[in-house]
């Protein structure tokens, strides 16, 4: 198994010295790369009061710049509304700068205001995805290539310099419903399951990913983003980390996103309900043992871990710090 950070840079309630969150965000990346983690991750929204960072591949470089081994990555570019071009160009910038430690992970989006920031229909974000999918991948290859499309029209275009990853940077896709994770197997190098999503379902989802993957000629890769905290118990896990995991999924719950479409009319909106087979929590025995049970159900062999949260803007630096290193010392090596 390998493991990663996704960071959600953000400040609540209105955005201010967010300097000093991504200052954070950094020395946390560069202690998890001196933790054994393999990777930090980075999203992407817009107009969000709590200011959300809208830029994730400029916080990548950032990163990348402060640390020497670690991947940088995101989850997710919101791809309908980029020039594919234009972020094949960036990613390729990137992927040079760090020599070759970029993951572009993609998604479609889901929130109305990233899509109005740019006056993008939401109703053409599905085939301007897959467009923009293809045209990436063209890019790429750095041979000469023309495009007619729905959305572009391309004529002889040829993308230089090349990646430094060859042949390209690996192309992730997050995906929570049915019709995207079966996209995501016809044309990513890994579906990606949201932190949020329980265990029974990220289990169908695989097979609907591994099934599509496998009629698309692709093999099959499982990245699992976990909403997860580790302390010196569990009570200790749950008073630090819970406030924040909650004040997200409320967020959820009500904006009725698709893991939580399932849950009982009625359902208590609390941890205890929600935290068995979605979160992993506790001391590190049990964020091991859980590991490797998600692991076993899912065939996943990457886990990305949701520390820091938008939409509390917590835990607190120096708490993240400690279970960086505690997931380091005591949760890692015994993860293989």
């Known amino acids: 198994m390998r493991f990663g950070l996704y960071s959600s840079i953000a400040n609540p309630p209105r955005g201010e010295h967010l300097e000093r969150s991504i200052d954070e965000v950094i020395a946390e990346a560069q202690l998890a790369e001196a933790s054994g983690f393999d990777s930090c991750f980075f999203g992407e929204h ?4 709590d200011g959300f960072l809208p830029s994730p591949l400029i916080v990548a470089t950032a990163v990348a710049a402060s640390t020497r081994r670690l991947n940088v990555g995101t989850s997710v570019v919101l791809l309908p509304l980029h020039h594919p071009v234009r972020l094949a160009e960036d990613v390729i910038t990137l992927d ?6 970029v993951i572009l992970g993609v998604g479609i989006g889901y929130q109305a205001a990233d899509f109005r920031a740019f006056n993008v229909p939401m109703e ?111 009570a200790e896990a749950e008073a630090v980390y819970g406030p924040e995991v909650m004040t997200a999924y409320r967020y959820y719950w ?54 820091r949260h938008a939409h509390s803007g917590g835990p607190p630096h120096p708490k993240i710090m400690d279970a960086i290193k505690l997931f380091g010392d005591q949760v890692l090596p015994h993860c293989t």
């Open 46 to 49: 817009h107009q969000d009061k």
């Open 96 to 101: 040079l700068v760090s020599k070759g430690r």
């Open 124 to 234: 053409h974000r599905v085939t301007l995805f897959e467009e923009s999918v293809a045209i990436l991948r063209q890019c790429w290859t750095g041979e000469k290539f023309s495009h007619r499309g729905k959305h572009y029209t391309l004529e002889d275009v040829q993308i230089r310099p090349r990646p430094f990853q060859q042949p390209s940077p690996p192309l992730w896709i997050g995906a929570s419903v049915p019709a995207a994770v079966r996209r995501a197997g016809v044309l990513a190098d890994a579906f990606v399951a949201t932190p949020s999503t329980s265990l029974q379902t990220v289990m169908q989802q695989v097979d609907t990913y591994t099934a599509a993957a496998r009629n698309a000629g692709r093999r099959p890769r499982v990245v699992v983003m976990r909403d997860a905290w580790v302390a010196g118990s569990r």
């Open 254 to 307: 009500q904006n009725r996103l698709a893991e939580f479409r399932n849950i009982a009319p009625g359902t208590e909106f609390s941890l205890a309900n929600l935290a068995p087979d979605r979160l992993v929590v506790g001391d590190p025995e049990t964020c091991i043992r859980e590991f490797h049970r998600w692991k076993e159900a899912t065939g996943a062999d990457y886990f990305l871990l949701r520390l």
